[in-house]
């Protein structure tokens, strides 16, 4: 049954400058921390790390040109479009118990995919790495959310994950380059295998179970069109990247995808027991901070990509080069992840989200200054780490913003909605926007025309969102809704 969000505010919970610091983590908590935040870290390198080997892959497969899409596109459509309902499906059986399944799943797919034979079992192990991460990434936040309690714990908890991922999707762009020259491409794969066995074993221990007290029958409607409708999409945006959207398919999934989701808002609207619930979505909180995740993703994806081939294609740079660049802006991540926190227990998760999108947007902006020249590197180097920083930013308020106030028996919902928002976010930024500097004659100016759009819309977006969360309202107070 939906819970009634339209009461009073919770008391903040972060003290006022001055007053003592948190208690530090216990070592069982770290612990705790390491596993979640190494499966959410690995479930982000898995976005990355293969784009680099594609053409060797292929080779070595058999696989061709058209078909190199669904290495991508068979690891995207179950990862993001069963993301909500496998978040539902631990709130109401068991988070730790789902989060394991979804690791096993996750390094069984992976060793799968690292010694396949055709494209068949290829794409098989690519598919089955997408299911166990939507199952992985869900049920991880949630377990998170509710073994942290609301406040410094949960910031600094929130932190740490948001960096690690933010770091795993930029290390996997450099690892990708350096494994394939190395070992070869199965070596991507392998990695992710490594990875899901490592922490497996750790997990049983050291988790603790987490459900809501009274389970509600599984809003089987509700599951079959928002299922429905994220694959359609995904399928279709994905799809479009690579073939613009002028094709059949694409126009169809396209329709069937949005259809499916507003018939998913009317089965939601009328179930006694609802996937998502609707006054949860009337939050504040829970809508522009969605709204706020979704621009930060998509629109700090879209910018890696152009401008991995803005250096390579157009400055001249090899792929380690390119690399060296990416992790000066992942060491910079790291900073912000750790400073990001203490902002956000000053000034509150609304007010860092909306001045760090505004920061990403800015330093995106002093983007479009590039050129030809060999000393456009500085410039990309800085501007894309301080773009970045902001970036972290926005990722670790966004998810504090959202699940701030929500009750434990509904935080796989609202990290549901959180970690949908991170991977379609991820997953539509590229074929929006990025298509049009592929698709352009001049490499340089079709850059420039996705930087100038990709500002835009992230300086639009803290816009709205100041607007729509009031950040003015209580200056100086924890958020709440």
């Not at 499906?89 to 690791?103: A, E, Q």
């Not at 009317?266 to 949860?280: D, G, K, Q, Y």
């Not at 330093?363 to 301080?386: D, E, H, I, R």
Request: with cysteine.
């Amino acid at each position: 049954m939906a819970i009634d969000t339209t009461t009073s505010a919770p008391t903040p919970t972060t003290p006022p400058l001055g007053t003592p610091r948190s208690p530090r983590m216990s070592t069982r908590d770290k612990l705790v921390l390491f596993v979640l935040c190494a499966a959410q870290f690995m479930v982000a390198l898995d976005f990355s790390v293969l784009n680099v080997a594609l053409p060797v892959l292929g080779a070595d497969l058999g696989m061709s040109q058209s078909a190199l899409q669904w290495a991508v596109t068979a690891f995207a459509l179950p990862s993001g479009g069963f993301l909500l309902l496998f978040g539902r499906i631990g709130d109401l059986y068991g988070r730790r118990k789902l989060f394991l399944t979804g690791l096993a799943l996750f390094a069984a797919a992976s060793v799968l995919a690292t010694f396949a034979w055709d494209p068949a079992s290829f794409l098989a192990g690519r598919a089955l790495q997408g299911l166990g991460a939507a199952v992985i990434v869900p049920t991880g936040m949630s377990l998170l959310t509710t073994t942290f309690a609301e406040g410094p714990a949960r910031d600094r908890a929130l932190g740490i994950s948001g960096t690690l991922m933010s770091l795993g999707f930029t290390i996997g762009v450099v690892a990708g380059g350096v494994l394939t020259d190395a070992l070869g491409w199965r070596s991507t794969m392998g990695l992710l295998a490594v990875f899901a066995l490592v922490v497996l074993p750790l997990a049983p221990a050291l988790l603790p179970e987490s459900r809501t007290p009274i389970r509600p029958h599984l809003d089987v409607p509700g599951a079959i069109t928002v299922t429905g409708g994220l694959l359609s999409l995904i399928y279709a945006l994905t799809t479009a990247a690579d073939d613009g959207f002028a094709r059949a398919d694409v126009i169809a999934t396209l329709i069937a995808g949005l259809a499916l989701l507003a018939a998913f808002a009317v089965v939601e609207s009328r179930t006694e027991s609802p996937l998502v619930s609707l006054p949860m979505l009337r939050r504040r909180t829970v809508a522009w901070g969605n709204l706020g995740g979704l621009v930060t993703f998509s629109m700090m994806s879209t910018v890696v990509f152009v401008l991995t081939l803005y250096l390579q294609e157009v400055l001249g740079l090899s792929a380690w080069e390119t690399g060296l660049v990416f992790g000066v802006q992942g060491v910079m991540s790291v900073i912000a992840g750790s400073l990001t926190p203490r902002f956000i227990s000053r000034l509150g998760a609304r007010r860092i989200l909306v001045l760090s999108l505004a920061g990403q947007g800015a330093f995106g902006a002093a983007l479009l200054f590039l050129n030809a020249q060999s000393w456009s590197v500085w410039l990309v180097t800085a501007a894309l780490s301080l773009a970045s920083m902001f970036h972290l930013g926005a990722i670790i308020s966004y998810g504090l913003t959202v699940t701030s106030g929500v009750p434990d028996e509904e935080q796989g919902l609202a990290t549901g909605l959180v970690t949908s928002t991170q991977q379609v976010g991820i997953t539509i930024g590229i074929p929006l926007l990025g298509v049009l500097a592929t698709t352009s004659g001049d490499l340089l100016s079709g850059t420039r025309t996705v930087l100038a759009l990709d500002a835009a819309i992230v300086l639009a977006a803290a816009a709205l969102i100041a607007v729509g969360l009031r950040t003015g309202r209580t200056a100086g107070s924890r958020d709440s809704d």
